[in-house]
């Protein structure tokens, strides 16, 4: 089965700061998908960003990015110049098959 | 463009009452359908999921069940609330390819 684990349960920031949250994930798969979402206190979720394990550039979406280490099963996000809207709950995920599996959860606070 | 309804967005509930939660998916066909569920301070797990019309595949056995009665219909029910049962549903679908899942907004239920 894959496990998600996210190691850090809560993050804080100053406004325009640049911060990075962990992920490292277990596979035995060759061909997956990872994820980055965000909970707002409105609890929607939101995507803010994909990577297909295939693809060895990381990917980027204006001020987020991830560092993708497959040999190392890890998928950090990046967020630059960090906003007070960028304060949520940050979930890692893991998709190969028909099921997306979510991380326990990093909880971002962004300060003025 | 697609879009995911979900209600009703907040449920109080005695203890042994039913339980309906609809979700229903517009502009697409066929899609993947998903019920999430959100303890307090916690990850997300999948409860159920379905691929088709009438097929329905579970992953924790519990007091809920699902069914999908018609192509962008999802349901969620259970005939008697347990007080765990209480915590926040998510509804989501996704296509067949490798993309990220689309969240409904959610119903926070409260069993008391």
């Known amino acids: 089965a894959q496990t998600v684990t996210q190691s850090q349960p809560e993050m804080s920031v100053q406004e325009a700061e640049t911060v990075t949250l962990s992920c490292t994930y277990d596979t035995s798969e060759s061909n997956y998908y990872l994820f980055w979402y965000k909970q707002p206190p409105s609890r929607q979720m939101i995507l803010v960003i994909r990577q297909e394990a295939y693809k060895q550039q990381n990917a980027t979406e204006n001020r987020f990015s991830v560092n993708f280490q497959k040999a190392a099963k890890s998928f950090s996000l990046k967020i630059s110049d960090s906003q007070l809207g960028d304060t949520a709950m940050y979930f890692c995920a893991f998709r190969s098959g028909y099921a997306l599996n979510f991380g326990k959860g990093t909880s971002l606070l962004v300060t003025p | 463009s697609q879009t995911i309804h979900q209600w009703p967005a907040t449920l109080v509930q005695p203890v042994g009452s039913p339980l309906s939660l609809e979700c229903t998916v517009e502009g697409t066909s066929n899609p993947n359908l998903y019920w999430y569920r959100q303890a307090a301070g916690r990850g997300l797990q999948l409860l159920f999921y379905s691929v088709g019309i009438g097929q329905i595949s579970s992953e924790v056995p519990q007091n809920l069940s699902a069914s999908r009665p018609q192509d962008r219909q999802f349901i969620l029910s259970s005939k008697k609330l347990l007080l765990s049962d209480s915590g926040f549903y998510l509804c989501?679908?996704?296509?067949?390819?490798?993309?990220?899942?689309?969240f409904g907004s959610g119903t926070r239920l409260t069993v008391v």
């Open positions: 989501a679908w996704s296509d067949e390819g490798q993309g990220g899942f689309v």
